[in-house]
């Protein structure tokens, strides 16, 4: 069962839920439309860009706001891969039972790395959104205790490499995941997985999204602009094309690294 939200937590959450529907609603319409003005380029082509996908002045603080309090662009982030000043971030809200996470994990983020983290146009942050109760927020917590070794992606795609639920996630399970992916020391994994550091961390992902209106996994905001689940390659790289040519005309994003 998916763990409830405090009555504080669903308050704060009301009036974000509401603008993230509105949002999610004008990116399918925005994408619905490009995709209907490129039936007719030729084969292979990318769907001609349309005037009416562009939000309008109103929309787009919105989403600039929304960025703003999501990205967090720290130095040394181990959820997080690409440069610190990649014009654009995708976050994403994610539980290690969830099967649709998993199919963005093994198919489409493979692709956006490629093509869009090696450029240095994107930037991919992680957030440990647990919903399925105990047994995802141990997996929630060993991943963030690989990442303490450097090791967070390694696990991480080793979680999501085929769907995992219920005793598939016991400690022993995520141990033994843990020492194939590279990590050295398992007695500072097990310390790490228990720590009240992991609690704080996981703790600080579940109130954005809580306080974002996140109400299931996955669930993404590409510089603020809302994708909810595990949508085609071509959503998302349309929403970070898009991202990116609005990002030309703003200011820069500060530090650098990756």
């Known amino acids: 069962m998916p763990t409830s939200a405090s009555p504080a937590r669903k308050l704060a959450a009301l009036g974000a839920v509401l603008a993230l529907v509105v949002a999610v609603i004008a990116i399918g319409v925005a994408i619905a439309k490009s995709t209907q003005s490129g039936r007719d380029t030729e084969p292979g082509a990318a769907p001609a860009a349309s005037p009416e996908a562009e939000e309008d002045p109103a929309q787009q603080k919105m989403f600039d706001d929304l960025a703003k309090r999501t990205s967090r662009r720290a130095d040394g982030d181990p959820l997080a891969v690409g440069k610190k000043n990649a014009p654009v971030v995708l976050v994403e809200y994610a ?30 942050e992680f957030r440990n959104f647990t919903v399925f109760g105990a047994d995802s927020e141990r997996a929630a917590r060993a991943s963030w205790a690989a990442g303490q070794q450097g090791k967070f992606w390694q696990l991480h795609d080793a979680l999501y490499a085929k769907t995992r639920k219920g005793a598939a996630l ?18 500072k994994f097990r310390t790490d997985m228990k720590s009240a550091d992991a609690d704080k961390a996981l703790k600080k992902d579940q109130d954005e999204g809580y306080q974002l209106g996140v109400q299931s996994t996955p669930s993404f905001l590409i510089n603020g602009r809302p994708v909810a689940g595990a949508q085609p390659l071509a959503v998302f790289s349309q929403a970070v094309e898009q991202a990116a040519r609005t990002a030309k005309h703003q200011p820069a994003a500060e530090g650098g690294g990756k």
Do not use: N, W
């Open 95 to 124: 539980d290690y039972q969830c099967s649709f996470c998993g199919r963005f994990t093994r198919e489409t983020q493979p692709e956006l790395i490629k093509k869009y983290v090696d450029a240095g146009t994107l930037r991919i």
């Open 170 to 187: 016991a400690e022993d399970k995520l141990v033994g995941l843990a020492r194939s992916s590279g990590v050295d020391d398992i007695d």
